[in-house]
């Protein structure tokens, strides 16, 4: 069984899951079964407490009697596995559980007032409602005691964690003055944890040891099963290497193995009936070459018009800020026009970025289009109504018909809404002659409605009507420069409504350009 097979990787796995558990298991045992022991058994004193003095203070009041009273206080503090003793002011037993002395307690009781008190006072030279109590510890040594630690103290009581070496135990003590002025100490054994911790971890020990001898023997007699037919699946692929197609898989395996066995016979036979098609595979082959070649250069060339796109901005950003280096622009009108040109280039370039990611993400698939029902008359007025002022500050008109009534289409209205902003956008850096900019809806057949933007001005050459959907293609370079156009805009239209599986163009009119998108309509 080598290091590499499926059955050691196996064994190794096990081994180490079981380990890890049991080794987890030991340490939070260790490090953490006490102190929950131990915070458990503070909120139980705390309200033994609570129930002790309410019981005295019945007794007190005469709403109960004293064998009445004996009765309720046993019930609870044998419930708990107490101890409990309660005196008055003259150090009369006033309570006393059933099972433990009065003198023991009674000693434990002066003991704690006497040297706690003491420790208290040390400790907080200045009085303070609250007491921090973990940070000081009181030592008994002297009167036969170990070292006592402070677990919590409040005005009336403290609850205190103590070793008596009288009676060889560890303890969990209250002790106090109840609202009648009574003292009280409340006793809990804790030994007893430590010993039940480490039965916990030799528990463990032997059942994760238990577990991982069955594990190994189980791991060890099934792994085979598993290989088996794997070793068998090896030797078939290594002939089917060789071109001999009659190794089949012949197991009967329902799972995972049998359709791995299926599928390589299906292969198989699949292999050996394509055999003789090697040579339209290989006319194939080159397609696949000549596309992988015009890929590449389409890469070329988006590197190359990127650069070209970002020459410019970078440059005159570079110019300006060096200028504002230099001193040049000495008065704030000056430095105010060069701070202006170099935000201007670089939100064309953030645009230009932008744009570009969304058509990265239209052109791979990765932005999906949802399509929705919704009023493509309301989505024209509205984007209409977004452009008017950047129309009306060029003395453009923008007009629409048949935009007035409701009409419903298909499509993600979102990215819709994109088509028709680009286009009016093209249309009003492109307007002349009448500068007038007419939208229309209109039902193209019965399945289809089509959107068209129409401007005045010049038609664009025939040689560039077919590639003005070209990444960064520009018809002219210099006049797209001014009004910060970087040829992609057409690009993302033609990458949407592809998306959507619908069509988009353009034509040229007699006085003008008309681009147009279709959309399917809500037929009812």
């Not at 596309?291 to 070209?308: A, C, G, P, Y």
């Amino acid at each position: 069984m080598g290091i590499h097979s499926i059955r050691f990787k196996m064994t190794f796995l096990l081994v180490t899951i079981v380990a890890s558990l049991v080794v987890l298991l030991l340490v939070i045992n260790v490090a953490f079964a006490e102190k929950f022991y131990i915070s458990g058994k503070s909120k139980t004193m705390h309200n033994t407490y609570d129930k002790v003095n309410e019981i005295i203070a019945k007794y007190d009041s005469g709403e109960i009697n004293k064998t009445t009273m004996m009765t309720e206080l046993d019930s609870y503090v044998s419930a708990n596995a107490m101890q409990a003793l309660v005196v008055d002011s003259d150090w009369t037993t006033v309570y006393v559980s059933n099972m433990s002395g009065d003198n023991r307690l009674l000693q434990r009781l002066m003991l704690s007032i006497l040297l706690g008190g003491a420790g208290k006072a040390e400790e907080n030279s200045e009085e303070t409602e609250e007491l921090n109590p973990k940070d000081y510890r009181v030592d008994f040594n002297k009167f036969g005691q170990e070292t006592v630690d402070i677990l919590s103290t409040t005005s009336n009581y403290t609850i205190q964690k103590v070793y008596d070496k009288a009676v060889d135990d560890s303890f969990m003590e209250l002790w106090g003055s109840l609202d009648n002025g009574d003292s009280v100490i409340i006793r809990l054994p804790i030994q007893s944890i430590k010993d039940n911790i480490e039965i916990s971890n030799t528990l463990i020990r032997y059942v994760g040891i238990s577990v991982m001898f069955i594990g190994l023997v189980a791991v060890f007699i099934f792994s085979a099963y598993i290989t088996k037919p794997i070793k068998e699946l090896s030797k078939i692929a290594e002939r089917m290497s060789e071109l001999d197609f009659d190794a089949k898989y012949t197991g009967k395996d329902k799972g995972e193995v049998g359709l791995l066995g299926n599928s390589m016979n299906d292969m198989s036979s699949k292999l050996e009936k394509n055999i003789s098609k090697l040579k339209s595979a290989n006319l194939e082959l080159k397609r696949d070459i000549d596309k992988k070649e015009q890929i590449e250069q389409m890469r070329t060339d988006f590197l190359s018009n990127v650069s070209h796109e970002l020459k410019t901005p970078i440059a005159l950003i570079q110019g300006y800020a060096e200028g504002l280096k230099d001193g040049i622009a000495d008065d704030v009108e000056s430095r105010n026009y060069y701070i202006d040109v170099i935000i201007d280039e670089a939100a064309k370039m953030n645009t230009m970025v932008k744009r570009l990611l969304t058509l990265n993400q239209l052109e791979f698939g990765d932005d999906e289009p949802i399509m929705e029902r919704f009023d493509i008359a309301e989505l024209v007025r509205s984007v209409v109504n977004a452009n008017e002022i950047r129309a009306n500050q060029k003395n453009l008109k923008i007009i629409t018909e048949n935009a007035d009534n409701t009409l419903y289409a298909w499509g993600d209205e979102i990215k819709v809404e994109e088509v028709i902003t680009n286009y009016i956008s093209n249309a009003i850096n492109h307007c002349k002659g009448d500068n007038l900019i007419k939208v229309t809806i209109e039902n193209k057949d019965d399945a289809n409605i089509r959107v068209k933007v129409f401007n005045t001005g010049d038609a664009i050459p025939d040689e560039d009507i077919d590639r003005i959907w070209e990444k960064f293609y520009k018809v002219d370079k210099a006049r797209t420069r001014e009004y910060g156009g970087n040829g992609i805009g057409l690009s993302i239209v033609k990458a949407i409504m592809t998306s959507m599986g619908k069509e988009a163009g353009v034509r040229n009119l007699d006085n003008g350009v008309e681009f147009w998108f279709d959309l399917d309509c809500d037929v009812k």
